[in-house]
């Protein structure tokens, strides 16, 4: 029988089983996560293993302003990495240094994130570098821990799924609508359990970043990882980036990423099929991903559900985003908009949310916030004048950091303010507390600053719906 | 890591689908560079209104689940975030257990790395429960995992399937890096056989 990439990936990074003990190529670290775990290093005289296969980043705490950090206790969290870093010889991009960004950012950008190895984070967004044919994946402090101590990790094989997408994309459509709209179709816990498979023409029609939004959100439809098989564009994507093989090497490198397929007789625990054709512009209505519907629709009316389970629950996400049912989406107004997060603050993402953006102005009532997800980004959107065409239009430029995407910095959410965001995670509170998130592709976001409401962005730039 | 073996405890229930780790435990707790002090915190948003005083309509609130030590919650309990500090959080405000049709991924692994057993049971088994926890205003369970079984409050027994390696690391309470380092061998093996591709060091620009 045939073989899935995760197949292959996963049988050769076994050391041991009973049970399995895999092995983590690429270990990536941030200050929210990892402080408790060089505390316990540090409490049981151990080292750290393979500081070469490990390397830190600030992303979720730093301010975006560009100022001094002035809450106390990040303060005290960025110090502490920068302390156990050099204590344990760790590798770190510090905020400054000129790579830092967000984790899920910088490693594919870097070379880092390669096909064929394992990565682990503490972050549940790792499934992102999955994007180039990785098997990655979030985990808690205490895995942390054992991961920089034994470079390994005790795990139970997850079972396996694919999402195959069928159909042509329709115009206009962006990688954020396909994966928010496969969410909304099999729900927050559709996943649960599974490694997934992203396939199909809308995926291989994707650049690499399409293909990284899609796989960041894979844990908000509870997948463990996602993945997409690697091909010419993840590998042209590779070329000539900090970290990628080079001359021999690089074209050793190539013969062995082609080997990483998933062969036509594969068979997965799981398949679900998602029809890409009939997908418009997603907008999310409730308080958890699955909660969305298309820019044409209306919020759901809790007396359409049968299950009094699930009444209670649209009840509340309605009552917590203050929304009336029936509501159409076109008619609810935002106070804020934020492009930015590990799911869409990359070049392109930029690149796409300026070309809306251009020429118009913000809406008098909205203050709209861009934020690259690396310094890198920073740079390059700066050197191709996006941070010019965001500004003149009301916008305000910031530095790479994870900034309103969790509020664990000084951009947040007023109680009540209600924002379009290109974020992964519209849980209650968590740009802020009692702060209303609608999630969005960075273009609707651009269309819904402009506008201070949601509004089908093809129309606005006439591309015809 | 501390051990579990038995409780009899009351019970609290918060029957609520997709109970996410940011409801568990707010960001803003999450600068903390401890593992304690997130007990406090649990649930803040729900439990306690803008002033400060808990809100009569949460379901912990409720007096009939003072002292609970286990939880029986709904579907897909602990999605979202990695941040461990959410079992810590359940753990520090006084649960050894909880009991739900399913957990999110990483919420789960987490949970039985720092000593919270999570326990799935089909969702009737887990209604059923919830029932006759509500019909009596709350009240005492045995939950036994050794045994792997939970006594309900009416005297029924019920089995649940856990993993036994996790179980035993549970029931034992033990250091699992410990354990892997004396694994070794087998890992300088795998990395003699294979050869390193990536060096963070190179890059490095601190
Ligand atoms: S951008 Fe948001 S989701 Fe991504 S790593 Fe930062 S906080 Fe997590």
New interface residues.
């Given amino acids: 029988m045939g073989e899935t990439l995760f197949d292959r990936v996963w049988a050769s990074h076994v ?2 089983e ?2 399995t ?1 895999l ?1 983590i ?2 270990h990536l670290v941030h200050e ?2 990892s ?2 775990a060089f ?2 290093l540090r409490l ?1 005289g ?1 080292r750290v ?1 393979r ?5 830190a980043t600030m992303d ?2 730093v301010p975006t302003d560009g100022g001094p950090i002035t ?1 106390p ?2 303060k ?2 960025l110090d ?1 990495l920068r302390r156990n ?1 050099e204590e344990f010889g760790v ?4 905020t400054g ?3 830092e960004g967000i984790v899920h950012v910088i490693g594919p950008e ?1 070379g ?1 994130t ?1 096909p064929g ?1 394992t990565i682990v984070c ?3 967004h790792t499934s992102t570098h999955g994007a180039l044919g990785a098997l990655a994946f ?6 942390v ?2 991961v920089l ?4 990790l ?1 795990l ?1 094989r ?1 079972k396996s799924m694919r999402i195959r997408f069928v159909g042509d994309l329709p115009f206009g459509l962006t990688p954020k609508d396909v994966i928010l709209g496969a969410i909304a179709q099999m729900g ?2 559709g996943a ?2 599974h490694v997934v498979e992203y396939s199909g023409a809308a995926i291989r029609a994707m650049s690499m970043e399409g293909r990284m939004t899609v796989c960041n959100m894979t ?1 908000e439809g ?1 997948g ?1 990882a996602g993945y997409v098989c690697p091909d010419d564009t993840t590998f042209a994507y590779l070329e000539g980036r ?2 990628s093989p080079t001359g021999a090497e690089w074209e050793r490198a190539l013969d062995e990423w082609r080997a990483l397929v998933t062969d036509d007789d594969a068979t997965f625990d799981r398949e679900v099929v998602v029809d890409v054709e009939r997908l418009r512009p997603q907008v999310s209505w409730g308080t ?1 991903p699955g909660m969305t519907t298309s820019v044409d629709g209306r919020v759901p009316d809790p007396s359409e559900f049968s299950e009094p ?2 009444r ?2 649209v009840e ?1 996400a309605l009552e917590y985003m203050a929304l009336e049912p029936g509501t159409p989406i076109e008619e609810i107004r935002v106070d804020r908009v934020f492009i930015g997060s590990c799911t869409n603050s990359r070049i392109e993402d930029l690149r796409a949310a300026a070309s809306v953006v251009r020429g118009r102005r913000v809406h008098p009532k909205v203050r709209a916030l861009v934020v690259p997800g690396s310094a890198i980004v920073k740079a390059q959107a700066e050197a191709e004048g996006l941070d010019r065409v965001f500004t003149e239009a009301g916008f305000e430029w910031r530095h790479a950091g994870c900034s309103m995407c ?3 910095n000084p951009d947040v959410l007023a ?1 009540g303010e209600r924002c379009a965001s290109t974020s992964n ?1 519209n ?4 740009q802020g ?1 009692g702060g209303r998130t609608h999630l969005v592709s960075p273009e609707m976001a651009a269309a819904a600053a402009i506008e201070g409401r949601f509004v089908d962005v093809r129309e606005l730039i006439g591309a015809g719906a | 890591m501390r051990a579990f073996r038995r409780t009899t405890a009351r019970v609290a229930v918060l029957d609520r689908p997709n109970v996410d780790t940011d409801q568990i435990i707010a960001k803003q707790f999450l600068k903390s560079i401890a593992r304690t002090g997130f007990g406090q915190y649990l649930f803040l948003d729900w439990r306690v209104d803008e002033n400060g005083n808990p809100r009569p309509d949460f379901e912990l609130n409720n007096p009939a689940y003072a002292d609970a030590k286990i939880l029986l919650a709904g579907p897909n309990f602990g999605c979202g975030s990695s941040r461990e500090h959410a079992p810590w959080a359940l753990l520090e405000y006084g649960f050894d257990v909880v009991v739900a049709p399913s957990f999110g991924d990483i919420f789960k692994m987490n949970s039985t790395k720092c000593g919270l057993v999570p326990i799935e049971l089909p969702a009737e088994q887990v209604r059923k429960l919830i029932d006759e926890v509500d019909a009596q205003n709350g009240s005492e369970v045995t939950v036994d995992l050794e045994t792997k079984t939970i006594v309900s409050p009416n005297g029924e027994t019920i089995p649940f399937e856990f993993d036994d390696f996790i179980r035993e690391e549970l029931l034992e309470g033990r250091d699992e890096i410990g354990r892997t380092l004396m694994q070794e061998g087998a890992i300088s093996a795998f990395e003699a056989a294979h050869p390193v591709r990536i060096d963070t060091a190179a890059l490095a620009v601190s």
């Fill in positions: 050391v041991a009973n049970p003990l092995y190529e690429l929210v996560t402080p408790q505390e316990g049981a151990r293993r500081p070469d296969l490990t390397l979720h705490a809450d206790m990040a005290e969290q502490a870093c590798p770190l991009f510090a240094s000129g790579h870097l880092l390669r190895i503490g972050d549940s979030g985990i808690g402090t205490s895995e821990e054992h101590a034994t470079q390994t005790v139970p997850p927050v816990a649960k359990g844990v509870g463990r900090a970290s958890n389970s699930e209670a629950t509340r969790l509020g664990m109680p995670r849980f209650e509170g968590r507390r």
